[in-house]
């Protein structure tokens, strides 16, 4: 269950069902502490909308960077880890709780200022928004 309020930043609370990236099942299967989420699949809550190109997993500021290749027109999006809902480690796929649309109408993608306080602050604001606006 995403915590109240919303926390862009922060992955999800683990649960039983490994639907985080760094559980003990994953370690003890993967030989380390957690799972490499870069070149897995991303899926919004109406279809595929590209792969991983990079994860962060630091504590409060976790984020995945995603190539959506031909999708929309090989723009990279940042999508915040609390929009993650659950992880498929077997399939390789990491699934969103946004549609296709509000991920395609998120902040643009800066690879020179993605971690800036300011942007960070942008996206995080967008998202919390699209989260009370669209709770799954």
């Not at 940042?78 to 077997?90: I, K, N, R, S």
């Not at 395609?104 to 995080?124: H, L």
Request: aromatic share 14%.
């Amino acid at each position: 269950m995403q915590p109240t309020p919303f926390t862009p930043w922060t992955w999800r609370e683990p649960s039983p069902l490994g639907n985080d990236p760094v559980t003990a099942e994953a370690a003890e299967e993967y030989g380390t502490t957690g799972v490499d989420l870069v070149g897995y699949k991303v899926e919004a809550t109406d279809g595929h909308i590209g792969s991983i190109d990079k994860a962060s997993y630091d504590v409060g500021s976790s984020f995945l960077v995603v190539d959506t290749g031909p999708w929309i027109f090989g723009r990279k999006v940042l999508l915040p880890a609390g929009t993650v809902q659950t992880f498929d480690h077997d399939e390789r796929k990491v699934y969103v709780d946004r549609t296709k649309e509000q991920i395609k109408s998120s902040p643009e993608y800066d690879k020179d200022t993605f971690e800036t306080p300011e942007y960070r602050e942008q996206v995080g604001d967008y998202y919390t928004g699209s989260y009370r606006d669209y709770p799954h």
